[in-house]
């Protein structure tokens, strides 16, 4: 899973290393646009995250990562803010 996912660079190299992408979260639709084309059997939420979003958040990991299963999470540094 990626949080700030932007166009697809962290998930993509977590691909690379033998990762499969299931949840891609950002709150730039054109990011998610350009992520689902990259990444199109991932699933794909406009979200911003923060404390008004931890229960929607926590929906979304339960709905795509069966219990007991082992899982990867990354939050990939929102570029916007540091270019």
Not at 3 to 8: A, E
Not at 16 to 39: F, S, V
Request: hydrophobic share 40%; proline share 7%; with cysteine.
């Amino acid at each position: 899973m990626d949080l700030f996912c932007g166009l697809c660079g962290f998930t993509t190299g977590a691909a690379a290393a033998g990762m499969r992408p299931t949840l891609a979260i950002d709150t730039d639709a054109h990011a998610l646009h350009y992520h689902r084309i990259n990444h199109p059997t991932a699933k794909h939420a406009q979200l911003r995250l923060g404390p008004q979003s931890d229960d929607r958040l926590a929906e979304l990991i339960r709905a795509h990562v069966p219990a007991g299963r082992a899982w990867h999470l990354h939050g990939s540094p929102p570029c916007q803010l540091f270019s």
